[in-house]
């Protein structure tokens, strides 16, 4: 449903995902965020599971639907679908198992070829209670997030360090760039009664003034 800007009891779905290979903790990683648990023996995801948090913000409640996407080689053709109409990621690795790391470039190119926008993504290195274990420096981490244009978080879904703090994150960004588009979609209509009321015509740069409709779309919905 499209945003109405005059609507103060205006809610807000986003749609998030689990991105990462299989067994890097994203399964207790939701499990600890929706319902403060931890499953020491849980299994892989089969398929796609998902679990709605909500939060307030600025006195709206935002409601992040957020989903865990099985990480096994064999599912990715069944979860592909699953990143479209996405406004946020968490990509996880495990810092205990270099190969994971070595992974999130290619799951960063399949979530941006399967999105349908550009996503808020937060590179997260999860089990940092595993630190007899590590094989990824914190400092590898931040420069690979850095160097792709990521938020970074290190995690310990065990220990609950840090997982309230990585999500919350990832809502505040998405709701943060949606705030700022409605209000150069307000501006630009007031500039726009204000030219006609006083004959004056005006020209729009489309990069710099349209509100991206794919916002409203995906981002939006009222109750």
């Not at 299994?43 to 709206?60: A, L, R």
């Not at 109409?85 to 399967?114: K, P």
Request: hydrophobic share 40%; aromatic share 10%; proline share 0%.
């Amino acid at each position: 449903m499209a945003f109405n800007a005059d609507e103060q009891t205006e809610n807000y779905l986003f749609k998030i995902v689990l991105v990462g290979d299989s067994a890097v903790g994203k399964s207790n990683l939701l499990a600890r965020f929706a319902r403060d648990e931890f499953y020491p023996n849980s299994k892989s995801t089969i398929g796609v599971e998902f679990q709605t948090q909500k939060m307030e913000i600025n006195g709206k409640e935002i409601k992040a639907q957020i989903w865990d996407t099985a990480g096994q080689e064999r599912f990715r053709a069944v979860t592909s679908a699953y990143y479209r109409g996405a406004v946020g990621a968490l990509l996880v690795y495990d810092i205990s198992r270099r190969q994971t790391f070595e992974s999130i470039g290619r799951w960063l190119n399949e979530l941006q070829t399967h999105s349908d926008m550009n996503v808020i993504t937060m590179l997260v290195g999860n089990k940092s209670d595993l630190k007899d274990a590590r094989e990824v420096s914190t400092a590898q981490g931040r420069a690979l997030a850095e160097e792709q244009g990521l938020f970074f978080i290190e995690t310990s879904a065990l220990d609950s360090s840090n997982v309230f703090a990585a999500f919350q994150t990832v809502i505040r960004e998405i709701y943060g760039v949606l705030s700022r588009k409605v209000m150069q979609s307000h501006d630009l209509n007031k500039t726009n009664l204000a030219s006609l009321s006083n004959g004056k015509s005006v020209v729009l740069k489309e990069d710099e003034n349209k509100t991206d409709a794919r916002w409203t779309k995906y981002w939006c919905c009222s109750s």
